[in-house]
């Protein structure tokens, strides 16, 4: 088969790695692509944002399956328009991609399917919200409705933080996305991330991951995207699996489909594991960037086998099989990132890395001729496999020791929970 990946990140690497070992495999584009990507597909200069050059690439290169990796373009609606003109593409409608473009629309299908949800109000106007938050007091968490690039949620642990929140989202701090505000009651627990594929009607799980989303070791600093992760996530036991497919994954696809509007594609299910049990936080409608490099890593299977069938209303009779160890994601990053930071540094020393057991997958990278340059804020993402996540760990910040780029800097202590936990097992 002839394939186009859309993206440009670590995780588009590790899905395009993963497509690449696949035997039906004929030939994979990428558009925009990356420095790492290129090893594997031929990088085209397309406007994925201008559906009718995507369509118009597919047919001059006779294309079999679009697979589509970020967020943007499915809120976009580019798998409505591929499938509108006759082309197979992977990943939700526009409509069903509202689970991750709206956080109230998520919240309406958690009413409508009696889904465990934290409590929450939806505002329009910034006065009504300003008296639920004062109601309510603190710690409480305010979102901007729309996609805000990871930006738009605030855990507001004081009443001053969350009116602060609340007047940045109706002033336009996330532009429309903040034009509606959800607020919601604050859970306690651990968090982790479960992956389903769906394809519409039936849901096959994957595997489970945690990240680290602080900037800095000890999960301090700022948000990020993610500066690492690790898979599986210890907390999400068997048992606890089977709770969530039942009340919170197998629910969300039923309502979906009975809505006319069948969810196809990856559900990313950010839960919290309450007292009460786990509780969906948000929904997104992709792979996680970088769970994906740690589940790509694990996954024995034949990831285009498990798209096609997602595509084609066949998962029923699918299955993904998976290596028992542990993986883990280490993200090296601009030094400045998520601020400001350089681009155009240039990076050595990661040829004679990739084993087995390691993969260096490409987040933000581009090629000037001989020179390896940095081109992102997320740059490197080294990905090891280990019989432990301590295990995993060592060989991916041994691999890291290794590269030469003085511009980057990464966490030391990605996996952290998780080795407790194995220490103390
Ligand atoms: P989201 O973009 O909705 O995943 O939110 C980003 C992060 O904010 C989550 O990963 C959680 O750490 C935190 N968060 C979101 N909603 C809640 C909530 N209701 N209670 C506690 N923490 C939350
Ligand atoms: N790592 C978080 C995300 O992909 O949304």
Request: proline letters at 4%; aromatic letters at 6%; charged letters at 20%.
């Amino acid at each position: 088969m002839k394939l186009l990946l859309i993206g440009s990140g670590g995780r588009e690497h590790s899905l395009a790695w993963a497509l690449a070992k696949s035997p039906r495999l004929i030939k994979l584009y990428a558009a925009p692509g990356n420095a790492g990507i290129a090893q594997v597909a031929e990088l085209c200069d397309l406007d994925v944002s201008n559906h009718e050059a995507v369509i118009a690439f597919c047919r001059a290169k006779g294309i079999d399956l679009v697979v589509v990796g970020p967020e943007a373009p499915l809120v976009a609606g580019l798998v409505d328009d591929l499938e509108a003109a006759g082309l197979k593409a992977f990943g939700p409608s526009r409509a069903a991609a509202q689970l991750e473009g709206s956080k109230a629309f998520t919240k309406g299908v958690c009413d409508e399917a009696g889904i465990p949800t934290a409590g929450y109000g939806r505002f329009d106007t910034c006065d009504a919200a300003l008296a639920y938050v004062r109601e309510k007091g603190a710690p409480i968490v305010v979102k901007a409705d729309g996609l805000a690039a990871g930006k738009g949620v605030v855990v507001a642990m004081t009443l001053q933080e969350a009116e602060g929140a609340v007047t940045a989202c109706f002033e336009g701090s996330f532009g429309e996305a903040g034009a509606e505000v959800v607020i919601e009651e604050f859970l306690q627990g651990e968090e982790a991330s479960f992956f389903v594929l769906s394809d519409g009607t039936h849901a096959l799980p994957l595997a489970t991951a945690q990240d680290h989303k602080r900037a800095f070791d000890g999960d301090e600093g700022p948000n990020t995207g993610g500066m690492g992760a690790y898979s599986p996530a210890p907390v999400l036991t068997d048992p606890l699996i089977a709770d969530v497919m039942k009340t919170i994954i197998e629910p969300t696809i039923a309502t979906l489909a009975g809505r006319g509007t069948p969810f196809k594609g990856v559900l990313y299910a950010g839960l919290m594991m309450t007292g009460d049990g786990p509780k969906l936080i948000e929904y997104n409608t992709r792979f996680g960037d970088p769970e994906c490099q740690v589940l790509m890593m694990r996954l024995k299977s034949d990831l285009l086998d498990l798209i096609l069938a997602s595509v084609d209303g066949t998962l029923a009779t699918a299955s993904a099989q998976w290596r028992d160890e542990a993986a883990i994601c280490v993200v090296m990053a601009a030094d400045g990132y998520p601020g400001s930071y350089q681009k155009g540094t240039e990076i050595h020393g990661l040829e004679p890395l990739s084993t087995d057991r390691l993969e260096v997958f490409h987040a933000g990278t581009k090629q000037d001729g001989e020179r390896l340059l940095a081109n992102g804020g997320r740059v490197l993402n080294v990905t090891a496999l280990g019989s432990s996540v301590l295990e995993a760990q060592q060989t991916a910040y041994e691999a890291i020791s290794k590269i030469d780029w003085p511009e980057g800097f990464c966490r030391s202590d990605i996996g952290w929970r998780a080795i407790e936990r194995e220490n103390n097992s």
